[in-house]
């Protein structure tokens, strides 16, 4: 089946642009900076740069079989120097070797699993994103699933987050890239079935969340995800405007939106492959604030800058769900992108203001910086009575509390249903985007407890759980029967330039979520408590 569109009133492009002089949507992204990529049973006469990824020093012999037996020598006795010690993510650069411009020697570890093989080929990504001259990555011996894996990890390893950079980015176009492997045929198709997809996933979710404010803003990123599942089968996608959004009764995310001159749009794109079990679809719901001034509460200066990031959960949702549409996978999968953008004009919602959400529930403004869990409010509620949803995951840079517990290793877990919180553990173990489990105490009720409404945005700095608090809110918007967690992604978003990344979006959350709705268990109605 071809994609059906479903655009509801989207407002004219010509006149918005008139009046904010704004990009074009359809600028959305850069292009990105990738290798284009070949697999080959047999070496290519040397040039350019070597990878070879390492677990050991006894595995420079079969990667190594690209150098003649002085150069490998050569490599062996810099490896023993240098005291390399063969650890995930470590490296060694080697230059004047035989006749290669670089060896790039990636440490992998003594046992390592899908998730280390990816990350070693970010690693080599990113470390080799400027140069110029082609790439071979050595993986004979390896199996072929870790091949792909690196060929991923390389893709994902390479973007770039200097967007507005023209001349860097033009001067930096990068050569080939082949890949030595011993089934390269079956590796390719693998590769460019699924690895691909989520490649380009990434480069999409993170440019996005990238971008500043005067680039994405609710209606830009609905054009930006348009162009991006254009043509894919078994995709439809719908944009709710303020006036589909009045006719829901979405008062909480029509709230948000009610200080800024750039509506608000609820984004559903669901997409359902061949061999998709039944049961409904799983619903992944993010918060998409694309400027967060803080509105009426309005922020610190200096931390205002960054909130470009605040969109970083609709971003992942709609990026992990087109992976697997790219991809074709048989699954059943639905994101809800609840985009706004939060400013402090003379419609702003204020402190002590009462909404209500679409479920007909009435919420109390504490603080209108509080506003990511009223966007997400909307859409839980639009999730539970429209898509009869198998699970219900929403992800959101929610809280500067989590931050403080779990600092920048962890994503905060929060879920009343063990068995979901259990699948979405292992999914984040095998991809390495590692979730802590924090409580949904029962006091936080009494927290978001309001005299005037049915419940208030936020717990107050006295009960000192923020985290659990928003979560509890978030919580409240969905059916207790419906399986439902919370990620709460404030710490691992957003960052500087690490080993495997540069500075900005981590796109965190597309491969975990995309790994979950794969590996997706249809949880019993004993297990749904």
Request: one cysteine or more; proline letters at 7%.
């Amino acid at each position: 089946m071809r994609a059906r569109w479903v655009v509801c009133a989207v407002l004219g492009l010509s006149a918005l642009s008139a009046a904010h002089a704004q990009p074009r949507p359809d600028a959305v992204p850069a292009p990105a900076l990738q290798r284009p990529v070949t697999f080959a049973a047999q070496a290519a006469p040397p040039a350019g740069v070597l990878v070879l990824p390492l677990g050991k020093a006894a595995d420079l012999a079969a990667r190594g079989a690209v150098l003649d037996e002085a150069a490998r020598a050569a490599v062996a006795r810099a490896l023993t120097a240098e005291d390399f010690k063969y650890g995930a993510r470590k490296t060694v650069s080697l230059r004047g070797v035989g006749p290669w411009d670089r060896i790039l020697i990636v440490g992998l570890g003594e046992t390592p699993d899908a998730a280390d093989y990816q990350m070693a080929g970010a690693v080599a990504g990113r470390t080799l994103a400027t140069e110029k001259t082609p790439l071979t990555l050595a993986a004979k011996g390896l199996p072929a699933a870790a091949v792909t894996e690196l060929a991923t990890g390389l893709g994902i390893g390479e973007y770039r987050s200097d967007i507005f950079q023209d001349g860097r980015r033009k001067a930096a176009a990068p050569a080939p890239a082949t890949i030595l492997a011993d089934a390269p045929a079956e590796i390719e198709t693998a590769f460019r079935t699924r690895g691909r997809a989520l490649v380009d996933a990434m480069a999409w979710t993170r440019d996005v969340s990238n971008h500043p404010a005067n680039v994405v803003y609710p209606e830009s990123f609905v054009a930006s995800a348009r162009a991006q599942f254009a043509g894919l089968r078994g995709v439809t996608f719908e944009a709710l405007d303020v006036p589909a959004m009045e006719r829901l009764k979405m008062g909480a995310i029509l709230g948000v939106g009610r200080g800024s001159a750039r509506p608000p749009r609820m984004l559903i794109v669901r997409y359902r492959g061949a061999g998709a079990p039944a049961g409904g679809p799983i619903v992944l719901a993010g918060k998409g604030i694309t400027f967060d001034s803080g509105g009426i509460s309005l922020k610190d200066p200096p931390n205002m800058g960054a909130m470009r990031m605040d969109m970083s959960g609709a971003a992942s949702v709609v990026g992990a769900v087109l992976a697997l549409a790219r991809a074709q996978a048989p699954v059943d999968v639905v994101a809800i992108a609840a985009l706004a953008e939060n400013m402090p004009d003379g419609a702003a919602i204020r402190p002590g203001d009462v909404l209500t959400a679409m479920n007909g529930k009435t919420i109390e403004i504490v603080s209108t910086d509080a506003e990511g869990r009223l966007v997400l409010a909307d859409a839980l509620a639009y999730a539970g009575a429209q898509l009869q949803p198998a699970a219900v995951v929403d992800l959101a840079t929610l809280t500067g509390a989590v931050r403080t517990a779990l600092g920048d290793d962890y994503a905060g877990l929060f879920s009343r249903h063990e068995a979901l919180a259990a699948q979405l553990t292992a999914a984040a173990d095998a991809v390495d985007e590692p979730v802590w489990r924090l409580p949904l105490h029962e006091s936080y009720a009494k927290d978001t407890s309001s005299t005037y409404a049915d419940i208030k945005n936020s717990g107050g700095t006295e009960s000192g759980a923020g985290a659990g608090a928003g979560a509890h809110f978030i919580g409240e918007f969905i059916g207790r029967e419906v399986p439902w967690a919370h990620l709460d992604i404030a710490g691992v978003a957003y960052g500087p330039a690490g080993d495997w990344k540069p500075d900005g979006s981590a796109g965190y959350g597309v491969r975990l979520l995309e790994r979950f709705v794969r590996d997706w268990r249809p949880i019993p109605p004993a297990e749904k408590k």
